[in-house]
């Protein structure tokens, strides 16, 4: 698994990152749509908590530079309500809460706002991870 540990982020953290939010938040808004899917062939749901994971960028280089060893990786959370801006930013507020307990840093803070009744928030997480985070957790 030499150099393709790392395509495997989206499928090992993001998994795991929705399958907690909606556990976390599935008592306070039980009908939370917490996504990894961009695009949706049914109608759309509310609230929405939709999970992106950006294009990482490959750090750790040692001299050989034959293997990726680690990969900067980067997590979009974007919060959809058609209530207000304070359900999405409540949602939101969450979602920050639980990426810094896993260790993610904050590199953009949302700003809820609203735009054709539908309110949204949307923050990155950014965080180093080693082909060691993903194997253990295979």
Known sequence: MANTWFSQIESTVLTYIQYVM??????????LN?????ESTTPSEFPTL??????P????????NDEVNSVLATIEIQVFSNKSEDEA????????SFMK?????????????????ISYCIAR?????????IE???
């Open 50 to 55: 939709y999970l992106h994971n950006l294009t």
């Open 22 to 31: 909606k556990d976390k938040l599935s008592a306070p808004y039980p009908k």
């Open 34 to 38: 917490c996504t990894t899917k961009s």
């Open 136 to 138: 253990r957790n295979e």
């Open 89 to 96: 930013n409540k949602i939101m507020t969450t979602a920050i």
């Open 125 to 133: 997480f950014r965080k180093l991870v080693t082909k060691n985070d």
């Open 57 to 64: 960028i490959e750090q750790g280089q040692d001299l050989e």
């Open 101 to 117: 307990s896993l260790r993610w840093n904050v590199t953009m803070f949302p700003d809820p706002q609203t735009n054709d009744k």
